[in-house]
């Protein structure tokens, strides 16, 4: 089955609308970070219908974990769903046909890893949406992992030390631990305790099980607000919930060459791309405009405050 663009990502706002434009801009494949970005914009027409819908969310934190704002439409919602490594396999795809990831190895990692064992039943794991995943969290969008792992991975080369802050189902602390391999270091840092729990026995039935059971990938209950001291400095740092401002605690763990790839905001948050430069200073850009859950105290999340 193959899908036009238009249908694919055909993009609509759900939360209020800032602009009917959206812009991707995306590094291409390379070793270095200064050259110019291939600039993919999108037209975004504005859907009542979306907004409707909003009134049957379980919770209001449905529509997080997202950028502003991809969407397929509903029909192809079926083709999504249910577990398969083809279907899986035709996400990745997507990804690249739309410009999302460009780097041959992020798309393998995500070939492997399938969705389906971090999504939970019932939902449609391949279809470009968060879904709840109870604690008024959700699990990003492929895009938004997509997107992630391509803003870092020359900083989940081989050996290479990744921190995932807000590490949720586990999903990407799993890609990271491929990417970064055997001999790197993947940790994940979550404040539920029954995440924890359960992204552990995702990530054993996933491609990164070995990774875990040798321990260069590993999962962590902790405020992830201070980082993980343990295995600083890090390459890559990714943050998978809004700050309201970026936690020192990361910045200091971030070794010199290293980027942190972060939300930034309340209501209306940017992704935030931060290198910090071998003499220590820091360069700071914005990637996308984004909406998720905050990075907060675990009382507040429960609470939904
Ligand atoms: N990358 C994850 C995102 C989950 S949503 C995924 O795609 O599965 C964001 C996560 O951040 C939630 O699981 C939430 O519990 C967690 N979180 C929020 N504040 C936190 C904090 N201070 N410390 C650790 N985890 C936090």
Request: include cysteine; glycine fraction near 8%.
């Amino acid at each position: 089955m193959r899908l036009s663009p238009a249908l694919a990502y055909g993009c609509r706002y759900r939360t209020p609308p800032l602009k009917h434009l959206l812009t991707f801009t995306l590094l291409p494949h390379s070793h270095h970070h200064h050259h110019h970005r291939r600039r993919l914009t999108v037209s975004a027409p504005l859907l009542p219908t979306a907004l409707s819908l909003s009134s049957q969310l379980p919770n209001p934190n449905f529509f997080t974990g997202n950028s502003l704002f991809f969407r397929m439409e509903g029909d192809l919602q079926r083709f999504w769903s249910g577990s398969s490594i083809n279907k899986n396999k035709a996400m990745v795809e997507h990804l690249k046909t739309y410009g999302v990831i460009a780097s041959k190895k992020v798309a393998e990692v995500l070939e492997s890893i399938d969705r389906a064992l971090f999504v939970p039943d019932g939902n449609a794991p391949y279809y470009d949406s968060p879904v709840p995943i109870g604690y008024n969290a959700t699990i990003s969008a492929p895009h938004m992992h997509g997107t992630c792992l391509q803003l870092l991975e020359e900083n989940l080369q081989p050996g290479m030390h990744a921190l995932d802050v807000g590490s949720g189902t586990g999903y990407l602390t799993a890609c990271f631990a491929l990417m970064v391999g055997p001999q790197g270091r993947a940790v994940g840092v979550e404040h539920i305790p029954e995440l924890v729990s359960s992204s552990i026995q995702n990530i054993q039935k996933s491609a990164a099980a070995p990774l875990l059971k040798e321990g260069s990938l590993s999962v962590h209950v902790a405020d992830g607000r201070l980082g993980w001291p343990e295995h600083a400095p890090y390459d890559a740092i990714h943050v998978g919930a809004a700050a309201p401002e970026i936690p020192q605690a990361l910045i200091d763990q971030l070794k010199p060459g290293g980027r942190l790839v972060i939300p930034v905001g309340t209501v209306f948050q940017d992704l935030k791309v931060i290198d910090k430069n071998m003499d220590g200073s820091l360069s700071v850009r914005t990637e996308t405009s984004v909406r998720y859950v905050p990075l907060t105290s675990r009382d507040a999340q429960l609470r939904g405050a």
